[in-house]
């Protein structure tokens, strides 16, 4: 069997198991038939090859499967991981998959076509992980994007968040002790010190972006609930994809959706709203529905002065 196929291996047992119980023969048919499989030109796969693999998978995805309940032979996955590791799994299983069908078709670019836009910073992040795991004071060179100044910044690293496929440090600066977020992609002349820093930060992060969107965050603020209203069409990708892992569904017409969220509305979640157009309308809270209606006349009202200059 080829020594790099194990992660598929592994992401094809779980999808299985995910949707119900097996014994060794269904699941064996299962990736035999699978298109992974017969791509990799695999014709075999041995009981003791599925144990071994299911060893694994506990060790790096913290998932217990088990077979022999209630006197039969299924394996089953027994616990799941809490919810954050879980979605660290799918991100991971993602991540294989794809890379998976990259290694084993040099051709890929013929038929798979990746986003052209990318954020930069990337080449930081393991540099940062370190730091944040081994508490270590990091110094780096910021570019600010509203004033295009530059800026030295030392700070306590304490975390990588992703949003909108840009990743941030979260660090406090120790300028002025207020905990910030540093996209990535402007940070220059990274320096991870061997010094690491004394001071014990309470900060629950979790807690902290539970209800934010995106790096911006008011937690000094209480959450508010937000009502959108959208099409039956609109409604459908909003349900696939949520805004915010508050949504819920309120109610629904023939021919509207009423979706429920608890958030801030921060500069990140209007901006979002705004990018649905016509499909998507605030029905409350009040200050947010001014906020956006204000934004649209400035919009208008710069669109009319460009006609009139024509």
């Not at 690491?196 to 992060?205: P, S």
């Not at 609109?234 to 109610?251: G, M, R």
């Not at 009202?301 to 006609?307: D, K, P, V």
Request: charged share 25%.
């Amino acid at each position: 069997m080829k020594k790099d196929f194990y992660l598929t291996r592994y992401a094809l047992i779980i999808k299985k198991l995910e949707s119900g119980p097996a014994n060794y023969k269904q699941l064996e048919e299962y990736l035999l038939n699978s298109f992974e499989f017969q791509d990799a030109g695999i014709t075999s796969y041995s009981i003791r090859t599925l144990q071994r693999d299911i060893k694994e998978i506990s060790s790096l995805f913290s998932l217990s499967i088990h077979n022999k309940k209630k006197g039969d032979n299924n394996y089953y996955i027994e616990s799941r991981p809490v919810m954050e590791v879980d979605e660290y799994n799918q991100k991971l299983l993602e991540s294989f998959q794809i890379s998976n069908a990259l290694n084993l078709h040099p051709d890929f670019s013929k038929f798979i076509f990746f986003e052209t836009r990318k954020p930069t910073g990337l080449d930081h992040f393991y540099d940062l992980f370190f730091a944040i795991r081994n508490r270590r004071v990091t110094t780096f060179e910021y570019l600010n994007y509203q004033n295009h100044l530059i800026s030295s910044r030392k700070v306590h690293p304490l975390a990588l968040k992703e949003s909108k496929n840009r990743w941030y440090l979260i660090a406090v600066d120790t300028n002025d002790k207020v905990l910030k977020s540093f996209g990535l992609d402007r940070i220059q002349y990274l320096d991870v010190s061997s010094g690491k820093y004394r001071e014990k930060y309470k900060y629950n992060l979790k807690d902290h972006f539970r209800y934010s969107f995106g790096v911006m965050n008011s937690s000094e603020q209480t959450p508010q609930k937000i009502i959108l209203k959208c099409s039956n069409q609109q409604a459908e990708y909003i349900k696939s994809f949520p805004l915010h892992h508050t949504q819920s569904v309120l109610k629904k017409t023939h021919e509207e959706m009423f979706f429920e969220l608890h958030l801030h509305p921060t500069y990140d979640f209007i901006q979002e709203i705004l990018s649905y157009g016509s499909e998507v309308t605030v029905i409350e809270p009040q200050t947010l529905i001014s906020t956006i209606k204000n934004i649209l006349k400035i919009a208008f009202s710069q669109y009319c002065s460009s006609e009139d200059n024509t």
